[in-house]
């Protein structure tokens, strides 16, 4: 693959992010923009001929991309070829080469004892320059099945499912709730991880092959599953995971306390429709900010927040930091439980002159004043001992804050469409459905991503929107 030598050559380098001084002026996307081809090619060449590629593996791609056969081909120049491969297993390389936090790097084969090759950032470079010069295309259908298929939720797993049955000749309407198409890609995720007109420009090509979005349209409330099947031939829902797991402690309703999916959507829409000028209420200008929960979501809050002006900003992470390299039992190919710095760490330490991070907190209650609005919240030092949580005496501490986001991960979709259409549930509350089979417990009704399997990955929702796109075909025809 590539150069046989390169790995023992050339050295892992990622592409780097535009500084931090000029991305905390704006929203634009934190990437560079500009990929060196020179570079790409050397870190293609890093590519090890490792017979077995377990990037390719359980561990590694969930759409199981040709990660040695694409890197190889970078190595060599051939980059419209490379794109083929591409997207051969990944409709939406743009998305997963911004925002995937490549578990194929973790399970890279040089990574056992080398820093693994930079597949992200190869992966993005491709598909970027593919839209440059004009590869990508709308896929045009040239013989259709007379069969419809309705998709309810445009989200990447929906995006996937029905560009695949598009192709497949089937016409395909996808209902949207929101204003905009793309679900957690239009308002989960920030613009400077993921520009909004990355999306729409895909959403773009993906009307120009032929399906029809309808936004505005909360389907179970608006209309019936009832309604939707008379008029098409199968039904998939792919709404995600939106019920946030909350924190139920004293003084919950205070005024300031917002779940962070609140709080990034409004952000989010506030920029798309007057570019800020209305000075959103949620905003974290000139206030104290805690963002309580980690992962890429408190991440988000504190790039949006710092952005906005925060006065200061601290992260709440209930577990212990975690160790800079992989522990005992957590061995090449798993996922590297180590510490990371991510951008919005990265801009934190650079304006306040430390990691916003603290470890080891659990939150007991809010403070509110006369007017019920947030001033503050108690916490208390924890310890975790044969898997039980301990709290630790005296180590309480009341903070200060006028703002807090709660970050702390999904629990199921929201009941009301499951309701309407009178599936059944697993013991989680996800949509029941069988991996790689999709089907729910009503006939024609069919499943995936995150509402199915909970909250999980952008590439793992496309793996099922892929995959129920391909049992829907069956069942159709």
Not at 253 to 273: C, F, I, K, P, R
Request: proline fraction near 4%; glycine fraction near 10%; hydrophobic fraction near 35%.
């Amino acid at each position: 693959m590539g150069k046989i030598t390169g790995f023992k050559e050339f050295d892992r380098k990622t592409e780097a992010y535009r500084p931090v001084d000029l991305r905390l002026k704006d929203y634009d996307e934190i990437f560079s923009g500009a990929h060196d081809v020179a570079h790409l090619q050397n870190q293609g060449a890093r590519c090890m001929d490792c017979g077995v590629p377990f990037c390719q593996s359980n561990n590694g791609c969930p759409v199981d991309n040709l990660i040695p056969e694409w890197n190889d081909l970078v190595y060599h120049d051939k980059w419209q070829e490379a794109l083929v491969r591409l997207h051969k297993t990944n409709n939406f390389p743009e998305f997963t080469g911004r925002v995937c936090p490549a578990p194929c790097e973790g399970a890279c084969v040089l990574g056992i004892n080398n820093p693994a090759v930079t597949i992200k950032n190869i992966e993005q470079a491709i598909v970027d320059r593919g839209f440059e010069e004009g590869w990508i295309q709308p896929h045009i259908v040239s013989k259709r099945t007379g069969k419809k298929v309705a998709v309810v939720g445009s989200g990447p797993a929906g995006l996937a499912t029905a560009e695949e049955l598009n192709k497949l000749g089937h016409s395909v309407t996808v209902f949207e709730r929101a204003d905009r198409i793309g679900g957690l890609l239009m308002y989960g995720i920030p613009n400077m991880k993921l520009g909004k007109d990355v999306v729409a420009r895909r959403v773009d090509l993906l009307k120009a092959s032929g399906i029809a979005f309808i936004t505005n349209v909360n389907v179970g409330k608006d209309v019936t599953t009832k309604q939707l099947q008379k008029d098409f031939d199968a039904l998939v829902f792919t709404t995600g995971a939106t019920k946030a797991r909350d924190l139920p402690v004293d003084n919950r309703d205070a005024q300031g306390v917002h779940l962070a999916m609140e709080y990034l959507t409004a952000n989010t829409q506030s920029l798309l429709n007057t570019g800020h000028a209305d000075e959103s209420n949620l905003s974290a200008k000139d206030k104290d900010v805690i963002v309580i929960g980690g992962g890429d979501t408190g991440t988000d809050c504190i790039g949006t927040a710092l952005r906005q002006g925060a006065k200061s900003i601290v992260n709440f992470e209930l577990m212990g930091k975690p160790p800079k390299n992989r522990a005992e039992n957590n061995p090449w190919p798993l996922w590297p439980l180590i510490y990371r710095v991510d951008y919005g760490h990265e801009e934190a330490t650079k304006v306040f002159g430390t990691d916003p991070r603290q470890y080891h907190l659990l939150t007991k209650s809010f403070n509110k004043d006369a007017e019920g609005k947030v001033i503050g919240l108690n916490t208390v030092n924890v310890d975790f001992k044969d898997g039980k949580l301990i709290e630790i005496n005296g180590s309480e501490k009341t903070w200060n804050t006028q703002l807090v986001l709660l970050s702390m991960g999904f629990t199921a979709p929201e009941h009301y469409l499951s309701t309407d259409a009178n599936i059944d549930l697993d013991k989680h509350g996800n949509y029941q459905a069988n991996y790689g089979e999709y089907a729910t417990s009503k006939k024609g009704i069919f499943t995936a991503g995150d509402c199915r399997r909970g909250q999980s990955l952008v590439v793992w929702a496309i793996n099922e929107g892929r995959g129920v796109a391909a049992k829907v075909n069956d069942y159709l025809t």
